[in-house]
Nanobody
Framework: QVQLVESGGGLVEPGGSLTLSCAAS????????VGWFRQAPGKEREFLAC????????ITAIPVKGRFTISRDGAKNTVYLQMDSLKPEDTAVYYC????????????????WGQGTQVTVSS
């Protein structure tokens, strides 16, 4: 079983940047890749980006493309989400999730989830 721990959330002013980290307890034997999602109060969980461990192939959702960048460090079993030009509407709880077979924008593709980290964008 893969355990995931997110970190790096917090309060940031509009236009600012944050880098979220997702530390995984295992990698290649149990996980094909990792995705980032977010959920704002009263809204559905929203796909942001995902990346494969082996080749680093990534997909970024169109609404955040150009502002959010996903990357991974295999040696550290860690996936990052660099977020730039943050807006108040980016305020949400951010989750990372691990998939055993495939990655993509669908929540159902992911087998393990972290507990989330809060990101608040406000002046």
């Amino acid at each position: 079983q893969v355990q995931l721990v997110e970190s790096g959330g917090g309060l940031v002013e509009p236009g600012g940047s944050l880098t979220l980290s997702c530390a995984a307890s295992e990698r290649t034997s149990s996980s094909y890749g990792v995705g980032w999602f977010r959920q704002a109060p009263g809204k559905e969980r929203e796909f942001l980006a995902c990346i494969t461990w082996a080749a680093g192939v990534s997909i970024t959702a169109i609404p955040v493309k150009g502002r959010f960048t996903i990357s991974r460090d295999g040696a550290k079993n860690t996936v990052y989400l660099q977020m730039d030009s943050l807006k108040p509407e980016d305020t949400a709880v951010y989750y990372c999730a691990s998939a055993r077979r495939r990655i993509g924008p669908d929540v159902v593709d992911y087998d393990y989830w972290g507990q989330g980290t809060q990101v608040t964008v406000s002046s």
